[in-house]
């Protein structure tokens, strides 16, 4: 059995949260974040007593700031807090981004500065350890006063009102029936405890941590696409020579460079030219530098998401021995470019793709394939369509890359008068990248089947193992037939991770 992952505050990974999100890691939280928490609760309680005129848990929220609340209301406040922002819509958001999500606003309120009491971050334990998953939907939050509305499901969850997400079904299930059935009482928040839960970036920054890994793994196969490609059009390898990317002084181009040299090791296609014959086209020729860009935005984005897995997102934000400090610890400006940074960087793996699939069809660009590769041009369209897809998804990119950080709109009376807009842009960011794992599906397909027209002559190491993958799960293009399976069952191997794996058994890269 998996141990538990200790939960601190302040040492969470993407690793983790991937197990957590993913694999239902269990976690458990650490002696001295249970007594960080319990310390700042103490503040709160002590300024409630003390009859202390503090934003969220003495006055109103946002643009209401100036209302005070008497005494008598102040747990009332929290719980009303809950039921008015619980305004989302749309489809619920999938599974591993709300567990994500949980793990982010339980790490984020064990660092001890958010004054809400340890019932409530071990109630999260629990849901994150039983699967109890909450119903909250994909459509109303900004990005600025945190993940305002997505929150506030969850609080619905821990209250016993809303929903969750029934196993199996995926159907809404009342809260209440599942807290009853489970053995757990409904939570009543007191003073601090609602705007504590809502006030926080936990949904951007769980749509951003995934993505950052998934990105990661689809450079990857985009790597190994670009090399079958390499291979299929006999690209000259010159382009691939460490030393353009040693007086780039760019360490990115010359990994991605190295990988590909690797991945077409022992290859009888991709060779240098005995003869002039021209430059390969860019999408061989500049894949080492396009490859450093999508590097260089995935390391943009897990610089600012590996500062706020451990962040305090919090206002105000609870200090001892008796502080309140109000800020704007949960704006989501540098999630929304991040996330919005890595859209465009996928589209570059999409659109560098579908240039290739392209060439291979096309028989006065493919180096004597023949057209579209069908065994019999003519009653046969080979593999035409499929370029078709990829082209349709390559748009469909081109327009959800437009960046959703680029326009704010005016919230709360005007008092939050710039937000990110972060959710939608990582809304966006899940479909750019199923979009673009279908088209380095395609690109999969159409050269290994591309590679083995050049028999006798085989691809390097990396080229011939991606052949094997492909070929153990899609049979060859002998005639016509829905190569729609075919792309899906590749995608989703893609996307595991099953497919990368066997190729670095046999060329590691």
């Known amino acids: 059995m998996t141990s538990p992952l200790p939960l601190d505050g302040a040492s969470l990974t993407i690793p983790h949260l991937l197990a957590v999100a993913r694999e239902r890691r269990p976690v458990a939280v650490t002696a001295d974040a249970h007594d960080r928490v319990l310390a700042s609760r103490l503040v709160v309680e002590r300024a409630v007593v003390a009859g202390h005129r503090i934003y969220g848990i003495t006055t109103g929220f946002g643009g209401l700031s100036h209302h005070v609340v008497p005494p008598d209301q102040l747990r009332?406040?929290?719980?009303?807090?809950?039921?008015?922002?619980a305004s989302g819509t749309g489809p619920a958001l999938p599974r591993d981004v709300v567990?994500?999500?949980?793990?982010?606003?339980?790490?984020?309120?064990?660092?001890?500065?958010?004054?809400?009491?340890?019932?409530?971050?071990?109630?999260?334990?629990?849901?994150?350890?039983?699967d109890l998953v909450p119903w909250i939907p994909e459509q109303g939050s900004v990005g600025a006063s945190g993940d305002l509305?997505?929150?506030?499901?969850?609080?619905?969850?821990?209250?016993?009102?809303?929903?969750?997400?029934?196993?199996?079904?995926?159907?809404?299930?009342?809260?209440?029936?599942?807290?009853?059935?489970e053995g757990l009482r409904p939570l009543e928040l007191v003073e601090k405890e609602g705007v504590a839960l809502l006030n926080g970036t936990s949904l951007m920054a769980s749509y951003l941590a995934l993505a950052v890994a998934d990105l990661t793994s689809l450079r990857d196969a985009a790597t190994i696409a670009i090399a079958l490609s390499f291979d299929a059009l006999e690209g000259d390898p010159e382009s691939l020579d460490d030393r353009l990317g040693e007086v780039r002084n760019s360490p990115g181009q010359?990994?991605?460079?190295?990988?590909?040299?690797?991945?077409?090791?022992?290859?009888?296609?991709?060779?240098?030219?005995?003869?002039w014959s021209g430059q390969d086209p860019y999408t061989l020729r500049c894949a080492p530098q396009v490859?450093?860009?999508?590097?260089?935005?995935?390391?943009?984005?897990?610089?600012?998401?590996?500062r706020e897995l451990n962040a305090v997102t919090d206002n105000p934000v609870v200090f001892e021995p008796e502080e309140f400090v109000s800020g704007g610890n949960f704006h989501g400006q540098p999630l929304a470019l991040a996330l919005d940074t890595l859209a465009l960087a996928t589209q570059y793996l999409a659109a560098f793709a579908e240039r290739r699939i392209a060439r291979l069809l096309h028989p006065a660009l493919s180096r004597g394939l023949p057209a579209f590769l069908a065994p019999a041009p003519g009653v046969s369209s080979g593999f035409m369509i499929p370029q078709y897809l990829a082209a349709a998804l390559v748009n469909e990119n081109a327009t959800l890359v437009h960046p959703a950080s680029a326009a704010s709109?005016?919230?709360?009376?005007?008092?939050?008068?710039?937000?990110?807009?972060?959710?939608?842009?990582?809304?966006?960011?899940?479909?750019?990248?199923?979009?673009?794992?279908?088209?380095?599906?395609?690109?999969?397909?159409?050269?290994?089947?591309?590679?083995?027209?050049?028999?006798?002559?085989?691809?390097?190491?990396?080229?011939?193992?991606a052949v094997r993958a492909v070929r153990a799960r899609v049979a060859p293009w002998t005639r016509d037939r829905s190569p729609a399976a075919d792309i899906e069952s590749i995608a989703g191997l893609l996307d595991d991770g099953t497919l990368v794996r066997e190729v670095r058994a046999s060329a590691p890269f």
Do not use: C, Y
């Open 409 to 465: 709109l005016p919230t709360s009376a005007d008092q939050e008068d710039f937000v990110s807009m972060g959710p939608w842009a990582g809304v966006k960011l899940r479909r750019v990248l199923e979009n673009t794992r279908k088209v380095v599906a395609v690109e999969w397909i159409v050269a290994a089947q591309a590679v083995e027209l050049r028999r006798p002559k085989t691809g390097g190491r990396g080229s011939e193992a």
């Open 254 to 275: 010359r990994a991605a460079a190295r990988a590909l040299r690797a991945l077409l090791d022992s290859s009888a296609l991709a060779v240098r030219r005995a003869a």
């Open 76 to 85: 009332e406040l929290q719980v009303s807090l809950v039921r008015s922002h």
């Open 291 to 306: 490859l450093d860009a999508v590097g260089v935005a995935i390391d943009f984005a897990e610089g600012i998401v590996g």
């Open 149 to 181: 509305a997505p929150l506030a499901h969850l609080g619905l969850a821990l209250i016993g009102e809303g929903a969750f997400v029934a196993a199996g079904s995926g159907a809404p299930e009342p809260a209440k029936e599942v807290l009853r059935r």
């Open 99 to 130: 567990r994500s999500l949980l793990l982010l606003r339980l790490n984020s309120l064990l660092r001890g500065h958010s004054g809400v009491r340890p019932a409530i971050t071990d109630r999260l334990v629990e849901f994150l350890n039983r």
